[in-house]
């Protein structure tokens, strides 16, 4: 055991590291997304109830029907998060109400949630700090934990799949997964993409551990399982979720096929038994319900049409949605993925095929959302998010193809432009953010809501740097290493000789 610690804590360093990242990063604020998923556990748990009346003045991401407000997203995520609410309700108890009673709550449900018909009642009585204590809590645990999780998943699917790929090399390969990606932005912000990603690549992996025969075949239940869940968390995973199940037709024992079917079956039958309820009809969405000019285009089929090539080309090369612009990196990834996929000898070539057929589904189908496509005021192609950790293994496989520093500067040019626009999400293009980084250096969003707080609102005539922030940050993580990374060496055969 000993020995696999040694063996592993470069590992344990960078996952620990990148929490911590992800920690100080967490936006304090949510949003009309982040808040919907709020709302909804809040209601299960104080009323009982799924729909989310009491407080539906603060997201325009509802759906009306039968006198009742629901989110427009599965149950999932407010389902997981109902421990993580219990807990929050425990430490409110302890803490003054009057914490935080100088923000101006008018101003943010009005203009920055976008509700200005909100009543003024509601707004007088609105429990602002709750809601921001439980967006920490929800983020901290539900997408920085998560996502680091995935970081251990794809370390193991990388040892698997691209073995000739050093430690070294592996490492980086997190460290890019980590913050050169999008997932470095939905890491810090209560979205359900990291949830969905992980029971989606958690389901991938369990089935070719079957297929290697490293997992026995009662394993099957837990593959269908964690696919079906990423459908109960997360709409858009739709696509991914029927790859992975034909992936699955074709790798579990006939003899154990009832497992899997049984395992991907529970989550589908709750998630449509939570529209029959809600919604009268096991095929409605909640999209259907929605009022306005944000609901007229969802009325007829959700807003779908066939794939558009223009789209298309948007979410692959645009700097507005542009999935290589945002990561410059995956274009290596996709050339590795293309090349293994046209070997005909290529030893993983059907876990290639699932990795590419998972790409092109999201990218059709999400090119086929004509209104929605962009997912809203926010930071990149968000609905291809569920493809990162796959495509990150066939970015391993590109290192056969291409020499270290070239997969290096692409990566570390992923990494500026991915960290740059967690700290600034205003920006609606993948080098806007980086603009505002060079400009005026870096930020995080809680810094920015504390000297908006403290400057405007409370008034208090206080200098507030995010430079000491950031010294403590990396004053941590140089401590987490020295203990945790140590300096010897990790190669595979290291601790033998």
């Known amino acids: 055991m000993k020995a696999a610690f040694i063996h592993h804590r470069r590992l344990w360093a960078v996952c620990l590291s990148s929490f911590l990242i992800y920690l100080f990063h967490i936006g304090p604020l949510p949003g009309v997304n982040e808040i919907r998923y709020i709302n909804q ?17 603060n997201t325009m991401d509802k759906g009306f029907i039968n006198g009742h407000y629901y989110p427009t997203a599965p149950p999932g995520l407010s389902l997981l998060a109902i421990p993580l609410y219990l807990a929050v309700k ?78 070294t090399q592996r490492l980086w390969l997190l460290i890019v997964y980590a913050f050169g990606t999008l997932m470095f932005f939905y890491s810090t912000r209560f979205f359900a993409h990291a949830s969905s990603a992980l029971t989606l690549f958690g389901a991938f992996l369990v089935l070719y551990g079957m297929k290697r025969r490293d997992l026995g075949g009662g394993w099957a239940f837990a593959a269908g399982m964690l696919n079906g869940l990423a459908l109960f968390i997360d709409y858009v995973t739709f696509p991914a979720v029927i790859v992975i199940g034909i992936y699955g037709l074709f790798t579990v024992e006939k003899r154990d096929l009832w497992r899997y079917i049984v395992g991907s079956s529970l989550p589908v039958i709750g998630l449509l038994s939570y529209h029959t309820l809600s919604f009268g ?24 049409g066939f794939p558009d090539p223009v789209i ?3 979410l692959l090369f645009s700097t507005y949605r542009g999935f ?55 930071f990149g192609p968000r ?49 806007g953010a980086v ?33 000491g922030g ?28």
């Open 41 to 57: 556990t809040r209601a299960i748990v104080d009323d009982g109830v799924m729909h989310i009346d009491r407080y539906h003045h």
């Open 90 to 167: 425990t430490l409110l108890s302890v803490i003054p109400g009057s914490a935080l009673s100088q923000y101006d709550v008018a101003q943010y449900i009005h203009v920055l949630l976008g509700n200005p018909d909100a009543p003024d009642d509601f707004v007088a009585t609105y429990p602002f700090f709750d809601f921001l204590i439980c967006h920490l809590l929800f983020t901290a645990v539900l997408c920085c934990l998560v996502s680091t999780g995935l970081m251990i998943m794809l370390d193991r699917a990388l040892r698997m799949f691209t073995p000739g790929v050093t430690e």
């Open 281 to 304: 009809h096991p095929f409605k969405m909640p999209q259907h319900l929605m009022s306005g000019e944000d609901g007229a285009g969802y009325s007829d089929q959700f807003g779908l």
């Open 383 to 431: 609905y291809l998010i569920p493809a990162i950790p796959f495509m990150i293994i066939a970015l391993g496989e590109a290192y056969r193809y291409f020499p270290d520093w070239l997969i290096g500067m692409a990566g570390m040019i992923s990494i500026l432009i991915n960290w740059a626009g967690v700290q600034y999400i205003v920006s609606q293009t993948a080098y």
């Open 312 to 314: 298309l080309l948007k």
């Open 324 to 378: 290589f612009l945002y990561m410059p990196v995956m274009l290596f990834a996709a050339f590795a993925l293309l090349r293994g996929l046209l070997d005909t000898h290529h030893p993983h070539r059907r876990e290639w095929g699932v990795i590419g057929g998972i790409f092109m589904a999201l990218l059709l189908f999400n090119s086929c959302l004509k209104i929605n496509w962009v997912g809203g005021y926010i």
């Open 470 to 497: 950031f010294m403590l940050l990396s004053l941590i993580i140089w401590g987490t290493w020295r203990i945790i990374g140590g300096d010897a060496s990790t190669e595979p055969d290291a601790h033998h000789q």
């Open 435 to 467: 603009l505002f980084f060079l400009l005026s250096g870096p930020t995080t969003q809680s810094y920015q809501f504390i000297e908006t707080y403290f400057h405007t609102m409370a008034g208090w005539n206080v200098a507030i740097s995010p430079v």
